[in-house]
């Protein structure tokens, strides 16, 4: 529920050019999508993970649009026929869009883009690995310790403390 005290950004600021793209052909384009446009990707993960509110990440994410179209049209200009023929591979070979089945026009459209855009497909579990990823963003302020002010007080250090009636509540303790 949006109340009026709550920032909603304007429809001008949320507006981007969409990829506008078929399932097959992002799939076919994820592996060197995701190594060309990584930091973009990683900048806006960070930015969602630290301040845990998607208003204040629209302009990362907008980079990470930008990049995307930027990666496809490069893609378009220099791989555009083997990065159709692996398109066509993925949508018509099988149901679930498999790599599989495609290997062979997939080494072609990886040759290509390593050719021209210098592109290399990352190995297999590239995107698993656990990397660290430096930001010129401050780091966002921590929130301070909630203090109560009708908390209750604790005992003081000189209070007299007796022993447990029947022995430790758990058997490590004693």
Known sequence: MATEDIYLPPDEELTV???????PALRAGSFHMGKYCENQNNEFMLCRDELDDPRKCIAEGRAVTAC?????????????EEFTQYTTCLDKSSGDLAFKHCRLTQGVYDKCMLDNLNLERPPYGYFCRVRV????????????????????????????????KFGARFHWME
Do not use: I
Request: aromatic letters at 10%; one cysteine or more.
């Open 68 to 80: 995307a179209l930027e990666f496809f049209r490069k893609v378009k200009k220099s791989c555009y």
């Open 17 to 23: 050019p969409e990829v506008n793209l078929s399932s």
């Open 133 to 164: 990823h430096h930001t010129d963003r401050p780091e966002p302020e921590k929130p301070g310790k909630v203090v109560y002010a009708d908390a209750t007080p604790g005992l003081p250090d000189d209070y007299p403390r007796t022993p447990a």
